[in-house]
T-cell receptor, first 112, second 112 residues
Framework: DTEVTQTPKHLVMGMTNKKSLKCEQHMGHRAMYWYKQKAKKPPELMFVYSYEKLSINESVPSRFSPECPNSSLLNLHLHALQPEDSALYLC???????????FGPGTRLTVL | QQQVKQSPQSLIVQKGGISIINCAYENTAFDYFPWYQQFPGKGPALLIAIRPDVSEKKEGRFTISFNKSAKQFSLHIMDSQPGDSATYFCAARGTNAGKSTFGDGTTLTVKP
């Protein structure tokens, strides 16, 4: 199973809402990532978890809060977002043995 | 400071032709160079990757050429097909499954 799954596929939220994005992989990868991607732009790294510990935070605003409950799951908690946060949010995991990175299909987030 | 420069921004090729996309990097600490293919509304998918100890890697119709001294690498798509029409991103990464730096992407259109 070489798949990273993400839920939901689409999310529309108001600026006062609290929501969460979920990511799951069962490939045994111990590095997991959150990226943000705007239209026609490359993925922009937000967070990296290595062995369930946050190893990289690319100065992301605190309205985005990552969580790694176990080695297969990665969550991104959203609160008080701004319309400019509307984007495709991608989760990824890396096989540290081969450096191969697998991306999920993404969650299309719209902030009204 | 952009560490990976990708060109061209867009490319139109006739079916059966060769598509060539180029990337240049600055950081000599990079040791893994993947290419990703992304279709609209989908997450990026790893196409092919190379390490700096190899000058060329071929997988089917896709070939990476790597020039360590020039700090450049390129993707060649032979016998391009309309189904190859997508956005292609080059990337570069250091060790330990850390941060990937992406190029800005190339939108490839293969005309029938």
């Amino acid at each position: 199973d070489t798949e990273v799954t993400q839920t939901p596929k689409h999310l529309v939220m108001g600026m006062t809402n609290k929501k969460s994005l979920k990511c799951e992989q069962h490939m045994g990868h111990r590095a997991m990532y959150w990226y943000k991607q705007k239209a026609k732009k490359p993925p922009e790294l937000m967070f990296v978890y290595s062995y369930e510990k946050l190893s990289i935070n690319e100065s992301v605003p605190s309205r985005f809060s990552p969580e790694c409950p176990n080695s297969s799951l990665l969550n991104l908690h959203l609160h008080a977002l701004q319309p400019e946060d509307s984007a495709l949010y991608l989760c990824a995991s890396t096989d540290m043995g081969t450096d191969t990175q697998y991306f999920g299909p993404g969650t299309r987030l719209t902030v009204l | 400071q952009q560490q990976v420069k990708q060109s061209p921004q867009s490319l139109i090729v006739q079916k059966g032709g060769i598509s060539i996309i180029n990337c240049a990097y600055e950081n000599t600490a990079f040791d893994y160079f993947p290419w990703y293919q992304q279709f609209p509304g989908k997450g990026p998918a790893l196409l092919i990757a190379i390490r700096p100890d190899v000058s060329e890697k071929k997988e089917g119709r896709f070939t990476i050429s790597f020039n360590k001294s020039a700090k450049q690498f390129s993707l060649h798509i032979m016998d391009s097909q309309p189904g190859d029409s997508a956005t292609y991103f080059c990337a570069a990464r250091g060790t330990n499954a850390g941060k990937s730096t992406f190029g800005d992407g190339t939108t490839l259109t293969v005309k029938p």
